[in-house]
Each structure stands twice: as structure tokens, then as C-alpha cells.
């Protein structure tokens, strides 16, 4: 799986304490997410049992928006919310050479 590269947040960064926020909201967990009106992004926790650890924030895309006005079901922009419901996964499968195959997705880190 390719994932692109971490961005660190320190105590004193801009984000820190909404991601701090969220960290403690769940119960200071070492791997934990936030979703928004923003999109959403997944985090790990340096050091857990620190006060206040560095948060590496590994994968984030932007949010997922509808056409409010027209009758498609379809998204206009995939974000986040489609991205961790659907693509965060492994896709496994039989070919027709009754092989196993396994397909990687690539993980953003956009925001």
C-alpha cells in the first residue's frame, strides 16, 4: 500500500489542539480520525501516554460534496467519507487464472 507522507504535529502547531481535542475525545487512543465539514484525516499518536504526544497525521483528503440541486446520487467531488467507507480497504479477488489477486490502494494525504 503506498501512503504518502506523514505530517507531524507538535504542541505550539497550528491544528494542534482541535487534533489534541479529538485525541482526548477518544479517549487517547494511539490511531484515531476526525471527520468535518472539512473532509477528515487519520492520526497516530507518537507517544500515547505522554500529556501531550506529536500526532502524525498519515492519511487526510478533503471533503465528499453532492450536487444539492440535481436528482443524481452520484458525489461531485469524493472526499474523505467515500475514501475510508470504500477504498481504505483491500480489494482481494480470484482471476480467471485462479490466482489470488490483491490490489493496493494508495492512501492521501492531501490537507
Same mark, same amino acid.
Given at each position: ?6 505530517? @507531524?504535529?507538535?504542541? *505550539? ?12 475525545? $477518544?479517549?487517547?487512543? @494511539?490511531?484515531?480520525? #476526525?471527520?468535518?465539514? &472539512? +473532509? +477528515?484525516?487519520?492520526? #497516530? ?16 483528503? *478533503? ?6 440541486? *440535481?436528482?443524481?446520487? @452520484?458525489?461531485?467531488? #469524493? +472526499?474523505? &467519507?467515500?475514501? $475510508? #467507507? ?6 482481494? &479477488? ?6 489470488? @489477486? ?6 492521501? $494525504?492531501?490537507?
Amino acid at each position: 500500500m503506498s501512503v504518502a507522507a506523514s505530517k @507531524k504535529f507538535s504542541q *505550539g502547531d497550528t491544528g494542534y489542539t482541535a487534533i489534541w481535542d479529538a485525541w482526548v475525545e $477518544n479517549g487517547r487512543p @494511539k490511531e484515531f480520525d #476526525r471527520l468535518g465539514s &472539512w +473532509g +477528515g484525516a487519520i492520526y #497516530r499518536a507518537h507517544n500515547p501516554s505522554e500529556t501531550y504526544p506529536d500526532f502524525y497525521q498519515y492519511c487526510s483528503l *478533503g471533503p465528499t460534496t453532492f450536487n444539492e440541486s *440535481g436528482s443524481s446520487t @452520484k458525489p461531485t467531488a #469524493r +472526499g474523505f &467519507w467515500l475514501l $475510508n #467507507r470504500y477504498y481504505m480497504r483491500l480489494k482481494v &479477488w480470484v482471476g480467471q487464472d485462479e490466482r489470488w @489477486k490483491v490490489r493496493r490502494p494508495s492512501i492521501p $494525504n492531501d490537507l
